[in-house]
């Protein structure tokens, strides 16, 4: 070989060696901070920001996510993608299981990493430790259960709104970021922290779950209950046997410091020829502690009505007493009280016999100007006439007892306007479930909230909206554009695909009625550019206007709400059930 190209060729190699070890010296300079570990449940969503990047300054080119050593995508179309600061796994599945790397390049001579483990788990596992937070062990009267710092800062930064589970059970009312409970041992259990939160115009799910648990549950609290009668003197018969009951409530798993006893004349009871007693202990069904004491008087004497009887209570912290006489029944007293049935009896006789001479008719003009009056009322009010009225006179179908959902929500998720896509999100994912699901007890199907990860959507929507004894549109001002009535049915455009089968089940099979809601003002053409159907739908019934700035948007007896309620099902589907089981 050529001396000349030898040289070269080292030369090259050298060089080459140094590059590699100048990258390697780089890489190896990068401060690895403490990992982090997330477990997920199967359909979830996560949003995950590094701790340490909280108040930081940098620039996109600074930051880079890395999945299994391969840079993640910063496209937002995809599932799993990075924005920011952040990374975004949507939907998550079991494959998506892996370990992601953050790296913040300083400068050229500094940089930090910092590991994140996700594990996804199947939904069986939701109530299982291994994805629970911390447990919550208290003795307080009224325990604080605080939602994760994860979940609270992904509706932080997201603008998400919270809801509370237990046991798998929705918590009424509870959109807070703590919740108490009362000190009682059936509020032991799994207490869920669900945040739904928007993303690109669908909405996702990231929960936390904490077991609580109630440490020393006694709560003592003597109280004598009250007897049927006077607790002061009771009526005996001399000669025959009687008994004295005195209960007494001792608090919450207090059998141990509780005790009730009946006393004769200041002194404990010994003579077992002429009193028995028992003192029975029991625990109610939500663990209340009542204590009882029953004397029973084998033959009640003369010296029994000059015998002071008392019922004594105690526990640890306090001694009570309840004094009680007895009292001989007299023949007049059985006299006095059939008397006092008898005067009762004619009392209610004379004032039927008067109630039945008022005239009903005062005359024709009266009842004609009555007549008018109060088919104007009917008119005005029919709404409300007819829900209040509705629990009294039910109705009843045989074809509703198969559905499974009061109704079926759609709407477009997609918008031009920030202001419609922000009031659709909250009028989705706030005011809607907290009035219809909450207060009233229907069961709805909201697009993107209830969506079954994995399942067939085609067949998820026609399954769905025939399980559906409504269908309810939301539209806005941009709501059946012809942009989204697409051929292709992709995530970001399925709504055209959803609301073209209800339609069809609305129109040309009619075994649904349709609740229209609008929100915010139309466009200028109007409801000029809908599809026909819909356009038929809205001339048929014109759609509920839901105010720009509602004053009562939680409160089911507003007008928007009376009138959405009007056209829902009578019967909440669960009352249907239980009245015409499948």
């Known amino acids: 070989m050529d001396p000349i190209r030898l040289l070269v060729c080292v030369y090259a190699m050298t060089a080459a060696a140094e590059l590699s070890a100048q990258q390697n010296d780089s890489v190896a300079r990068c401060v690895e901070l403490t990992p982090d570990i997330r477990n997920l449940l199967e359909g979830e969503a996560l949003y995950y920001v590094p701790y340490f990047m909280t108040d930081v300054n940098a620039t996109e080119d600074q930051l880079t ?124 259990g799994v207490y869920t922290c669900m945040c739904t939160w928007p993303h690109n115009h669908w909405l996702y799910n990231s929960s936390g779950s904490r077991m609580l648990t109630l440490k020393d549950l006694s709560i003592d609290d003597l109280k004598f209950l009250p007897q049927t009668g006077t607790d002061k003197e009771q009526f005996a018969d001399a000669g025959s046997p009687t008994s004295l009951n005195c209960s007494v409530f001792c608090g919450i798993n207090a059998e141990k410091q509780c005790t009730a006893e009946w006393q004769v004349n200041g002194s404990r009871i010994h003579d077992g020829k002429r009193y028995v007693q028992v003192n029975p202990i029991v625990n109610t069904p939500h663990n209340n502690t009542i204590a009882t004491a029953v004397l029973t008087i084998r033959k009640v004497s003369a010296e029994d009505f000059q015998t002071n009887f008392t019922c004594a209570t105690q526990n640890d912290f306090e001694v009570k007493f309840k004094y009680r006489t007895l009292k001989p029944r ?59 009225f509705r629990p009294y006179f039910p109705v009843r179908s045989d074809k509703d007892g198969t559905k499974v959902y009061d109704a079926y929500v759609i709407y477009q998720s997609q918008s031009e306007s920030k202001h419609s896509e922000y009031l659709l999100s909250e009028f989705i994912s706030r005011s809607l479930p907290s009035v219809l699901e909450e207060q009233c007890g229907y069961k709805l199907f909201i697009q993107g909230r209830d969506d079954t990860p994995g399942e067939d959507r085609l067949e998820l929507v026609e399954k769905r909206i025939k399980c559906s004894r409504r269908l309810m549109v939301i539209l806005t001002s941009a709501s059946g554009s012809k942009s989204t009535y697409c051929e292709s049915v992709s995530p970001q455009e399925f709504a055209g695909f959803e609301w073209q089968v209800g339609i069809h089940h609305a129109l040309l099979q009619r075994e649904m009625n349709v609740i229209l809601v609008q929100l915010g003002d139309t466009d200028p053409p109007g409801y000029s550019h809908l599809p026909a159907g819909l356009q038929h739908l809205i001339r048929k019934r014109a759609p509920i206007k839901w105010p720009e700035k509602p004053k009562s948007a939680s409160k089911a007896n507003s007008r928007f709400w009376k009138k959405v309620r009007y056209l829902m099902p009578p019967r909440p589907v669960a009352n249907q059930l239980r009245l015409a089981p499948i």
């Open 65 to 188: 996510w890395y999945r299994n050593k391969a840079v993640v995508s910063s496209d937002e179309s995809e599932r799993i993608h990075a924005h920011g600061l952040a990374i975004y796994l949507l939907n998550v599945t079991p494959a998506d299981a892996a370990i992601y790397t953050f790296q913040y390049t300083q400068s050229a001579e500094s940089c930090y990493t910092a590991d994140l483990t996700v594990n996804v788990f199947n939904e069986r596992f939701r109530q299982d430790k291994v994805v629970r937070y911390g447990p919550v062990e208290s003795s307080s009267q009224s325990p604080r259960i605080m939602c994760p710092d994860t979940v609270l800062r992904t509706c932080h930064d997201t603008g998400g709104v919270i809801t509370w589970y237990k046991d798998m059970g929705l918590i009424k009312n509870e959109h807070h970021e703590d919740i108490r409970v009362q000190k009682l041992q059936q509020n032991n």
């Open 330 to 388: 007299s023949e007049y007293d059985n006299i006095g009280a059939l008397s006092r049935q008898h005067f009762s009896f004619i009392k209610r006789l004379t004032h039927s016999h008067v109630d039945s001479m008022i005239p009903v008719v005062t005359g024709y003009p009266f009842m004609f100007l009555l007549g008018i009056a109060g088919a104007i009322l009917i008119k005005l009010f029919m709404v409300d006439l007819a829900l209040f």
